[in-house]
């Protein structure tokens, strides 16, 4: 079945760092691939998607390249805040038989940056 | 324009009881996905409604069941409740053929003791 792994946490970084969380896949056939963002206290909000192989998914200074060749969709940063300390989670969806998509989330990453 | 509700906001039930869980979807959505949430894990997918019919479903037992009605709300029911039920429960809700952008509710913490 379709699985996501994506790296242990928690990341602590300073403020201004750069950002990496791996995230990588299995799955059958063509998935959409996502990371989603959970803020303290607050529900689960989409960050970026990419729908196919190469494309890039960007948004709020993260960015996620679909990488077919080795199954990732690697979270980056350039130069991280202290307002993105939440937990990431690396997703993917396919289509089903029956109209409707298989969801899989990974563990989630835990970032914190301090100032 | 209010997002996803879930109702209640937490819920305490005992071994072997049954529990009725509630969303109602972002105005304009007409697909509700649920899931479970344990502490420190990613959710996992428990199963899709779309034209009030159960879409896809993820690898839970029976004992998980849903229904979604006309004005495109879902109720999430478990019977025979287990201590390994006790985890946040997320109700997530699309545009038509926009399935991948899902709108997170705020969940449902479930206790069971």
């Known amino acids: 079945g379709n699985s996501v792994t994506q790296m242990e946490g928690p990341v602590t970084l300073s403020e201004e760092a750069f950002l990496t969380i791996n995230c990588t896949y299995t799955?059958?056939?063509?998935?959409?691939l996502f990371w989603y963002v959970q803020y303290p206290g607050e529900g689960l909000q989409l960050l970026l998607k990419?729908?196919?192989?190469?494309d890039k998914g960007s948004n709020k200074g993260f960015e996620a390249t679909y990488r077919k060749e080795t199954t990732s969709f690697h979270l980056e940063k350039g130069s991280v805040q202290v307002s993105d300390s939440a937990v990431y989670f690396c997703?993917?969806?396919?289509?089903?038989?029956?109209?409707?998509?298989?969801?899989?989330f990974g563990p989630g990453t835990r970032l914190s940056v301090l100032p | 324009d209010a997002g996803v509700t879930q109702s209640p906001t937490h819920l305490i039930k005992t071994r072997g009881q049954q529990v009725t869980l509630r969303c109602s979807p972002k105005s304009g959505h007409d697909t509700v996905s649920w899931y479970q949430q344990a502490l420190g894990q990613g959710p996992q997918f428990i199963f899709q409604?779309?034209?009030?019919?159960?879409?896809q479903r993820g690898n839970f037992p029976d004992r998980f069941s849903g229904h979604q009605f006309p004005n495109y709300s879902s109720e999430l029911n478990v019977n025979a409740l287990l201590l390994g039920d006790s985890a946040l429960y997320l109700c997530?809700?699309?545009?038509?053929?926009?399935?991948?952008?899902?709108?997170f509710g705020p969940g449902t913490r479930l206790t069971v003791t």
């Open positions: 799955a059958t056939g063509y998935p959409s």
């Open positions: 990419a729908t196919k192989a190469d």
């Open positions: 409604y779309y034209e009030e019919e159960e879409r």
């Open positions: 997703a993917l969806s396919d289509e089903g038989d029956n109209y409707g998509q298989n969801f899989v």
């Open positions: 997530a809700s699309s545009l038509p053929g926009g399935l991948w952008e899902q709108y």
